[in-house]
């Protein structure tokens, strides 16, 4: 029993340590010219892509053709930025972003 706490505390600490200086492991980002497009035959995702503002980027360019649902996730261009595509609760399309702190 030992045994399997000391890797969880080591992984804590790594995590804590990634996150240095900031103060919130939250980060408010924006979301622009949002667009999801569908094959009309069968309702699957045919692309989607938006414009992406963040603590580290400005109208970062981020895309994905024909990605499955739920997606894998999938970067942003070289950034630090990542993204995921699921099918929506209350809306078509649910969006999830991901930001690279630091790798360990």
């Known amino acids: 029993m030992l045994l399997s706490l000391v890797p969880a505390a080591a992984l804590l600490a790594v995590v804590a340590a990634e ?10 980002v924006a979301i622009a010219d949002l667009h999801v497009r569908m094959f009309p035959e069968n309702g699957t995702v045919m692309d989607v892509s938006f414009l ?13 053709h024909a990605p499955e649902l739920p997606s894998a996730v999938f970067a942003c261009g070289d950034s630090k930025y990542r993204f995921a595509l699921y099918k929506g609760k209350t809306v078509d399309y649910a969006l999830r972003v991901y930001h690279e702190l630091g790798t360990g």
């Not at 996150?19 to 408010?28: I, L, Q, W």
């Not at 992406?52 to 994905?64: I, P, Q, T």
Request: hydrophobic share 15%.
């Open 52 to 64: 992406l503002s963040g603590r580290d980027a400005a109208n970062l360019s981020c895309s994905r």
């Open 19 to 28: 996150d240095g200086p900031r103060t919130s492991k939250y980060e408010d």
